[in-house]
């Protein structure tokens, strides 16, 4: 279910939902590698299907670890659904991450903004276009918001499900862990705390069979989602997606800090059980998501 | 340990080419990493199979770069509907395997990327579609990884897994609240159903149970083929309990040069899933190790260990 944002008129010329993408966009799909701090990431670049002069090209920024897997097939209908209508996408592997290089062990935070930053400029090069507009996901959104208050060719900037304060994102997530090891009938091995504890001494732990080292979270330690879009003034979308019938008290703050300095934001709900925590048999791809984030895109020049 | 990328495995990341293959039901995204020109060539593509492509922690990632790095040339690929690939989604079965996702990556890195001999490797669904490829490609591919995959049909391995069980066993389980947590969910019910249910019979024995037809045709393929093959599960698999009858039946009919060919490994624990840290790490080492003991050198190198002298050509 979907709630329309209340701070948006209605759109006339929605695009196109995921499963009206014509064949022939998709096909138009290319996979490339491009340089990013003289190693190669993997993009998958997608050339607009139809002409619309001045529409910025959009860069995606994807969650961390386990998120970048199991939000990525939403991700790739996302980014069919923009260039069907006309706004060319540039998806790509942060350092670290999928088919790019590094090790994940060694990602930092300031690693990801350059990859976003170069992934940017990659994007406007294939696209031939001269503005950017950037989509975060989850702990992306920290990643998009940076690069886009660092690249002045930007646009616009949608947050899926903001990671709001990086030191909070990560305990949350070590939480999620925990809650889903009741739900399937365990007992917790540790709390949040014991967690973060032997991550700093061990430097990894496990969250789902995957990985979370200590550098990432050192690094990003001071990030804070309000504080870095200060001086920000583009366009902006927050999503938040839960199932709950209002705004958390904190997107709710964030989103009036904006309002209260002229930013023209849009908020909106997609009253789904978040699709990021497991990897799911078939891939999460929540097309509400999809559909919201195309009638915000449409009104991006 | 969690992967720590070597120079020669980033050279071979610099040297990765992507590619899209034309299949049935969609355009399939892949990724071919070409093996390292100075390495001795094995001859060999080895075609790494999950969805997504890249697989928990990146393990098809490091595993093929790391193959590459010795002489294979590697593709991982994702199935249509899931990753970068278009298509229609839908759940994952493995006793419907995307046989014609795997072909067509096969035949494409044939004709396309001058590719002969294949290796395919995977777990659960994605052990049962390289097994399918068999039928008709298995004059192409000469080894087979086939980790933790079911065998029956998905409502029959949860019947086989509860002959596993006893009372001794049920009254164990009841003194567990973490069970009594677990009855929150609507499928836990069904599959304590089944489980009383297997366990009062007592006779419940696994023989009477049926292999997967889909998977005694495509075990015959392998058979027909001159491949080899390492099976490996873990003791507490749930998709072992379904193996044991394939051990019991198709494999002991096997002429014994045959059998020979296939290793079958058990191990402690789970194997399937993936789940725990270091049982992951175990397990991709062993598959990667089982396919580079493929590399002609590899094999030199054994004959040479035995015999003080050089493998006969």
């Given at each position: 279910?979907?709630?329309?944002?209340?701070?948006?008129?209605?759109?006339?010329?929605?695009?196109?939902?995921?499963?009206?993408?014509?064949?022939?966009?998709?096909?138009?799909?290319?996979?490339?590698?491009?340089?990013?701090?003289?190693?190669?990431?993997?993009?998958?670049?997608?050339?607009?299907?139809?002409?619309?002069?001045?529409?910025?090209?959009?860069?995606?920024?994807?969650?961390?670890?386990?998120?970048?897997?199991?939000?990525?097939?939403?991700?790739?209908?996302?980014?069919?659904?923009?260039?069907?209508?006309?706004?060319?996408?540039?998806?790509?592997?942060?350092?670290?991450?999928?088919?790019?290089?590094?090790?994940?062990?060694?990602?930092?935070?300031?690693?990801?903004?350059?990859?976003?930053?170069?992934?940017?400029?990659?994007?406007?090069?294939?696209?031939?276009?001269?503005?950017?507009?950037?989509?975060?996901?989850?702990?992306?959104?920290?990643?998009?918001?940076?690069?886009?208050c660092s690249d002045p060719t930007s646009r616009a900037l949608a947050l899926w499900e903001p990671a709001h304060r990086s030191a909070d994102y990560f305990r949350e997530q070590l939480r999620g862990m925990l809650f889903s090891q009741v739900a399937q009938g365990e007992r917790p091995s540790a709390t949040v705390d014991q967690l973060m504890e032997r991550l700093g001494r061990d430097?990894?732990?496990?969250?789902?069979?995957?990985?979370?080292?200590?550098?990432?979270?050192?690094?990003?330690?001071?990030?804070?989602?309000?504080?870095?879009?200060?001086?920000?003034?583009?366009?902006?979308?927050?999503?938040?997606?839960?199932?709950?019938?209002?705004?958390?008290?904190?997107?709710?703050?964030?989103?009036?800090?904006?309002?209260?300095?002229a930013v023209k934001v849009s908020s909106t709900m997609v009253h789904e059980v978040p699709g990021w925590t497991f990897v799911q048999n078939p891939a999460w791809e929540c097309g509400s998501l999809v559909n919201e984030t195309s009638r915000w895109l449409d009104a991006v020049e | 340990m969690p992967w720590s990328e070597t120079p020669a495995e980033l050279a071979r990341a610099r040297?990765?080419?992507?590619?899209?293959?034309?299949?049935?039901?969609?355009?399939?995204?892949?990724?071919?990493?070409?093996?390292?020109?100075?390495?001795?060539?094995?001859?060999?593509?080895?075609?790494?199979?999950?969805?997504?492509?890249?697989?928990?922690?990146?393990?098809?990632?490091?595993?093929?770069?790391?193959?590459?790095?010795?002489?294979?040339?590697?593709?991982?690929?994702?199935?249509?509907?899931?990753?970068?690939?278009?298509?229609?989604?839908?759940?994952?079965?493995?006793?419907?395997?995307?046989?014609?996702?795997?072909?067509?990556?096969?035949?494409?890195?044939?004709?396309?990327?001058?590719?002969?001999?294949?290796?395919?490797?995977?777990?659960?669904?994605?052990?049962?579609?390289?097994?399918?490829?068999?039928?008709?490609?298995?004059?192409?591919?000469?080894?087979?990884?086939?980790?933790?995959?079911?065998?029956?049909?998905?409502?029959?391995?949860?019947?086989?897994?509860?002959?596993?069980?006893?009372?001794?066993?049920?009254?164990?389980?009841?003194?567990?609240?973490?069970?009594?947590?677990?009855?929150?969910?609507?499928?836990?019910?069904?599959?304590?159903?089944?489980?009383?249910?297997?366990?009062?019979?007592?006779?419940?024995?696994?023989?009477?149970?049926?292999?997967?037809?889909?998977?005694?045709?495509?075990?015959?393929?392998?058979?027909?083929?001159?491949?080899?093959?390492?099976?490996?599960?873990?003791?507490?698999?749930?998709?072992?309990?379904?193996?044991?009858?394939?051990?019991?039946?198709?494999?002991?009919?096997?002429?014994?040069?045959?059998?020979?060919?296939?290793?079958?490994?058990?191990?402690?624990?789970?194997?399937?899933?993936?789940?725990?840290?270091?049982?992951?790490?175990?397990?991709?080492?062993?598959?990667?190790?089982?396919?580079?003991?493929?590399?002609?050198?590899?094999?030199?190198?054994?004959?040479?260990?035995r015999t003080g002298l050089p493998a006969a050509s």
């Open positions: 279910m979907l709630v329309p944002p209340p701070s948006s008129a209605p759109q006339e010329h929605a695009l196109a939902p995921p499963s009206a993408v014509p064949a022939s966009a998709v096909e138009l799909e290319t996979p490339l590698f491009f340089e990013s701090a003289g190693r190669p990431l993997y993009g998958v670049f997608h050339p607009p299907a139809q002409e619309r002069p001045g529409a910025p090209v959009l860069v995606q920024c994807h969650g961390l670890g386990i998120e970048q897997i199991t939000t990525y097939r939403v991700e790739v209908l996302n980014a069919r659904a923009a260039a069907a209508a006309g706004i060319p996408v540039l998806r790509y592997h942060a350092r670290g991450h999928g088919d790019s290089a590094g090790d994940f062990s060694a990602v930092d935070f300031d690693g990801l903004v350059e990859d976003a930053l170069a992934a940017a400029a990659e994007a406007r090069r294939l696209a031939r276009r001269e503005h950017t507009a950037w989509l975060g996901v989850r702990f992306g959104t920290l990643v998009a918001a940076r690069a886009a430097g990894t732990v496990d969250v789902h069979g995957y990985y979370l080292h200590r550098r990432i979270v050192d690094s990003s330690r001071e990030q804070d989602l309000g504080n870095t879009l200060a001086a920000w003034t583009g366009r902006t979308l927050i999503v938040q997606i839960e199932n709950r019938a209002r705004l958390s008290p904190r997107t709710a703050a964030f989103v009036a800090d904006l309002e209260s300095r | 040297a990765e080419r992507p590619f899209v293959v034309a299949a049935p039901r969609g355009r399939l995204f892949a990724v071919l990493t070409p093996a390292a020109p100075e390495a001795p060539p094995a001859g060999l593509c080895v075609v790494l199979l999950t969805r997504p492509r890249s697989h928990r922690n990146r393990m098809w990632v490091e595993g093929a770069r790391r193959l590459a790095a010795q002489g294979f040339s590697t593709i991982r690929f994702d199935y249509h509907g899931c990753g970068d690939s278009s298509g229609d989604s839908a759940p994952l079965d493995p006793n419907r395997p995307y046989r014609d996702d795997v072909v067509a990556v096969i035949r494409h890195a044939r004709q396309q990327l001058g590719m002969q001999r294949f290796v395919l490797a995977g777990s659960c669904f994605d052990a049962r579609t390289a097994l399918s490829a068999f039928a008709e490609e298995g004059a192409s591919i000469a080894g087979l990884v086939f980790l933790a995959a079911p065998v029956m049909e998905l409502d029959t391995v949860v019947q086989v897994h509860a002959d596993t069980k006893d009372w001794a066993h049920l009254w164990r389980a009841l003194f567990k609240p973490d069970n009594w947590r677990a009855l929150a969910q609507p499928k836990r019910w069904r599959y304590m159903a089944t489980v009383v249910d297997r366990v009062s019979r007592q006779g419940g024995n696994a023989g009477d149970l049926p292999l997967s037809r889909g998977f005694i045709e495509d075990f015959r393929a392998l058979v027909r083929s001159r491949a080899r093959a390492l099976f490996l599960y873990g003791l507490e698999d749930a998709e072992y309990a379904s193996f044991r009858v394939a051990e019991r039946t198709v494999f002991a009919e096997l002429p014994a040069e045959v059998r020979a060919r296939f290793e079958i490994e058990v191990w402690p624990g789970t194997v399937h899933g993936f789940l725990e840290m270091t049982r992951q790490r175990e397990t991709f080492a062993r598959s990667l190790g089982w396919i580079e003991a493929l590399h002609p050198n590899a094999k030199a190198a054994r004959s040479t260990d």
